[in-house]
Each structure stands twice: as C-alpha cells, then as structure tokens.
T-cell receptor, first 114, second 111 residues
Framework: NAGVMQNPRHLVRRRGQEARLRCSPM?????VYWYRQLPEEGLKFMVY????????ESGMPKERFSAEFPKEGPSILRIQQVVRGDSAAYFC????????????FGSGTRLTVV | EDQVTQSPEALRLQEGESSSLNCSYT??????LFWYRQDPGKGPEFLFT???AGEEKEKERLKATLTKKESFLHITAPKPEDSATYLC????????????FGQGTRLTINP
C-alpha cells in the first residue's frame, strides 16, 4: 500500500515562473492537506481539500497560490510568478476523513527559486 | 489564536541517557495532540495521538503523556537512530481539521 506520493521531489524555478506541485493521497484517503516548511521554521498549514472542494484555505497566501483536488488525478498546489521567498519544502498529507486520527505525510517537494 | 511551543529547541544526549521533550499548548477546545518524528529531507512520520488529559501512549523507547496544558515525550535509553527532529502539533476547535505545529526539538544521540 503506497503512502502519500509527492512529485517532483526537487523543483528549481526562476523568479516569475510557475511551480506545480503534485500530491497523490494514500489509497482510500479522500482528504488532502498542504503544509509549507520555510527554512528554520515550523510546518504551517496552507489548505485543506476534499475531492472537488476547498474546505479551508485560511493558510494560503492571498495572491499567486492556488490549490485543487479534482475528481480524477492528484491534488495540485500551484504557485504563479514565484519569488525567492517561496523557496521552501511543501508537504502534502492525507487522511481517510473527518474525526479522530493523524495524517500521513508525503516526503515533500523542495522548491528552490533562483 | 492556537499556539504550540516546544522546548528545548535542541538536545544532545549520550546513548542510554534518558530525557524528556516538552510541548506546551494554548488552544480553544483541544481535539487531539500529535507527535511526529522528522528526519532530514523527509516528511513527518506519525508517532502518537493523545486526546485527553491523563492519557499515555508508548512505542518502543518513546512514551507520550498529556496534561491540560502540555505534553511530554519521554525517551528512555535512547539509541543513535533516535536522532531526529520531534514535532508536536494540536488539532483544535469544533470541526477543525488543520494541525498547528510547534517549532520542533532537534534531538541528537551520541554513541
């Protein structure tokens, strides 16, 4: 049973380009969460999605960032016109549903903006 | 605003030297407190969930406890492979799904 799969593992983008980060949840999990870990900082919640719905985006920056979890395919975190401050590790987690329990995290995508 | 503070930031121990990591929290309506382990370059690995004060859970050399204001992760006779960053997180508020993380404690076990 594969865990949470994120790709790419490493992504280098020039300032102004777009970054697309993908996350396939664990089999049977319908809830996806994105977190960002800036250098020397803790994990910060960004967005919580279910299939075709954004449930909580209270941690998403107001501009340039968007997320989706389509009916078919992986969840996508999209960052438009990247800036150096977007350089971070982006982690995806999944869970089977609401209620008690922890999440399973992926290995992350390390985004470097040059 | 929900807050989680972990101490110490870093801890160096000799192999076999037991100690405890602290996680203090201020939340409205705790639904669960989580401990994760994170190795360099990897994602957090789930260790424990605690739901109510007085609860304890154990796994190998690790034991997590919970009070109304803080949680402790006790490490008994640690080995070098226990070296990692240990993260504490809370889930709070009715219907909330997001986790609020502390900064982590970087643990190093010297052989």
């Amino acid at each position: 049973n594969a865990g949470v799969m994120q790709n790419p593992r490493h992504l280098v983008r020039r300032r102004g380009q777009e970054a697309r980060l993908r996350c396939s949840p664990m089999k049977g999990h319908s809830h996806v969460y994105w977190y960002r870990q800036l250098p020397e900082e803790g994990l910060k919640f960004m967005v919580y999605l279910q299939k075709e719905n954004i449930i909580d985006e209270s941690g998403m920056p107001k501009e340039r960032f968007s997320a989706e979890f389509p009916k078919e395919g992986p969840s996508i975190l999209r960052i438009q016109q990247v800036v150096r401050g977007d350089s971070a590790a982006y982690f995806c987690a999944s869970s089977p549903g609401t209620g008690r329990g922890g999440y399973t995290f992926g290995s992350g995508t390390r985004l470097t903006v040059v | 605003e929900d807050q989680v503070t972990q101490s110490p930031e870093a801890l160096r121990l000799q192999e076999g030297e037991s100690s405890s990591l602290n996680c203090s929290y201020t939340v409205s309506g705790l639904r669960g407190l989580f401990w994760y382990r994170q190795d360099p370059g990897k994602g957090p690995e789930f260790l424990f969930t605690l739901y109510s004060a007085g609860e304890e859970k154990e796994k190998e050399r690790l034991k997590a406890t919970l009070t109304k204001k803080e949680s402790f992760l006790h490490i008994t006779a640690p080995k070098p492979e226990d070296s990692a960053t240990y993260l504490c997180a809370v889930q709070a508020g009715r219907g909330a799904q997001k986790l609020v993380f502390g900064q982590g404690t970087r643990l190093t076990i010297n052989p």
